[in-house]
């Protein structure tokens, strides 16, 4: 299974530090999304990064890859209360579809 | 541009009862799937479906969940009989073509079986 699997569980940052939060996988991928998810609300995309591609920014996240190790993180800067919610890292391997991990709980506090 | 709809909301049945849960895709999305997310943990895909065509059935519990899409648009998701074990979310999520592509999510059926 390539299932991802992020870590930590859960993490507590005050309003204004960044967040990193990261992701393992176990066999070869095509790419891999990051997710958010709010309470109560749906998962919206927040960025895709391609195999061949070590790094990716899209406002105020940075996203790396490093396939030898087969690792991704997720970094948020400048934290907001906003930013509150459930991220989930989803692989996508080879003529497989994606596996989403058990995601990383992340409380921004004013 | 509409999100992906879903219905209804919320669903509470007994144990060994049916239920079913509709999707519309974003328009023009080829590429239609069902997720199941129990709490606390990440979606679980369910099936997979290119136009009206099943792609990924691999983890659909065919016993007592079945899908369909006619016509390549709409689609539903059934279990019948439920257990209490299928107590979730189930998520609706469309793209343009294939799991390269991003995938867009509806707000979900929040199931409860009792």
């Known amino acids: 299974s390539q299932q991802g699997e992020e870590d930590p569980q859960a993490l507590s940052i005050q309003e204004g530090e960044n967040a990193t939060m990261n992701c393992s996988y176990k066999t070869s991928i095509n790419n891999l999304q990051w997710y958010r998810q709010n309470s109560g609300r749906g998962l919206v995309h927040l960025i895709l990064?391609?195999?061949?591609?070590r790094e990716k920014h899209s406002g105020r996240l940075r996203v790396t890859l490093d396939t030898s190790k087969k690792s991704s993180s997720l970094l948020i800067t400048a934290s907001r209360a906003a930013d509150t919610a459930s991220y989930f890292c989803a692989t996508e391997g080879y003529g497989q579809n994606f596996v989403f991990g058990p995601g990383t709980r992340l409380s921004v506090l004013p | 541009e509409a999100g992906v709809a879903q219905s209804p909301r919320y669903k509470i049945i007994e144990k060994r009862q049916s239920v079913a849960f509709w999707c519309n895709p974003i328009s023009g999305h080829a590429t239609l799937y069902w997720y199941q997310q129990i709490l606390g943990q990440g979606p679980k895909l369910l099936i997979q479906f290119q136009n009206n065509g099943v792609v990924d059935d691999s983890q659909l519990p065919k016993d007592r969940f079945s899908a369909e899409r006619l016509k390549g648009v709409d689609s539903t998701l059934k279990i019948q009989p439920a257990k209490l074990e299928d107590s979730a979310v189930y998520l609706c999520?469309?793209?343009?073509?294939?799991?390269?592509?991003?995938?867009?999510f509806g707000p979900g059926t929040r199931l409860l079986v009792l």
């Open positions: 990064i391609r195999s061949n591609e």
């Open positions: 999520a469309s793209s343009l073509m294939g799991a390269k592509e991003t995938q867009y």
